[in-house]
């Protein structure tokens, strides 16, 4: 018999829903807000990517507001 400590993970981890988290499923479920973050993250670095290069459209928004 195999033993199974406490920190183990199944193979898929499901949601409570019992489905796979990582699932991309349309509408208003448990997997939906994880891809949202994840593409938040992903479109938060792009910007700071973006500004580091030196394209900064926060600073031309505060440029045009001094105006």
Known sequence: METRSSTDLPPV???????DRNA???G???QAEL????LA????LAYLLWDLVG???LRD???IMRY
């Open 55 to 57: 394209y900064s459209v």
């Open 24 to 26: 991309f499923i349309f």
């Open 35 to 38: 891809w949202n973050g994840r």
């Open 28 to 30: 208003w479920n448990p």
């Open 41 to 44: 993250m992903i479109g938060f």
């Open 61 to 63: 928004v505060l440029h």
């Open 13 to 19: 981890a499901k949601a409570y829903n019992g489905v």
